[in-house]
């Protein structure tokens, strides 16, 4: 099976990542992206809400063409590909929201806060060590499971091997949940975004 060996695991280990790297690089640029495009800032028609959602869109792309490459690999592993694979890109509904939301409360900061860089570095560098992506979560001692859970990535990550790996359907009411609540970070972000935009122009 996908569980044997060298390969299943960095099929596992691979899918995590792939998923994880959409969130990561886009979340480490939100804070430089408005100072990036000052000449926009400037320009008062331009909707600069618009420059987190390209940099979240070419995350997801980059990541599509990888999660291929997982797909490829099951295949080739285990000669079997399995139908539920059709279902993986479901994952990236709440992973770009989660994603996008973020990026539109952290770009605006980035412009008032020049060293928040350094501190989302940090803090996404902790996240990765506290998503399943290394490790599986029954590896977790069973008390700070409901921890992880709270996560929003894990759900993520573990749709994804569910669907192309193990070939099981997706755990709907965790997707769901993690969707409402990516849902609700992006609004959020968008409110936020929208509400401080007006200040930019005076600071850069």
């Known amino acids: 099976g996908a569980d044997g060996g060298v390969a299943g695991y960095a099929l596992i280990l691979f899918a995590g990542l792939t998923a994880f790297e959409v969130f990561s690089g886009s979340v480490n640029r939100a804070p430089r992206l408005l100072s990036e495009n000052v000449n926009f800032i400037k320009k008062v028609q331009f909707p600069l809400e618009i420059l987190p ?8 792309l980059e990541s599509l063409v990888a999660l ?3 797909v490829v690999g099951v295949l080739v592993t285990t000669g079997v590909l399995h139908p539920t694979a059709l279902l993986a890109p479901l994952a990236y509904i709440p ?33 990765f060590f506290a998503t399943p992506i290394l490790y599986p979560l029954t590896a977790v001692p069973e008390p700070y499971r ?26 709907w009411p965790a997707l769901g949940l993690t969707t409402i609540i990516c849902a609700v970070v992006m609004l959020a972000g968008y409110s936020f975004f929208t509400n401080v ?5 005076d600071v850069v």
């Open 53 to 60: 959602v390209g940099l979240v869109l070419a995350a997801c």
């Open 68 to 70: 291929s490459l997982v």
């Open 95 to 127: 992973l770009a929201m989660l994603t996008l939301g973020l990026c539109w409360l952290l770009a605006p900061v980035g412009v008032f806060l020049k060293d928040l860089g350094n501190i989302i570095g940090v803090a996404v560098q902790l996240l």
């Open 146 to 171: 409901g921890l992880l859970a709270l996560n929003p990535l894990h759900p993520v990550v573990d749709h994804l091997r569910r669907t192309i790996i193990y070939g099981q359907m997706p755990d």
């Open 197 to 201: 935009k007006r200040l930019f122009a």
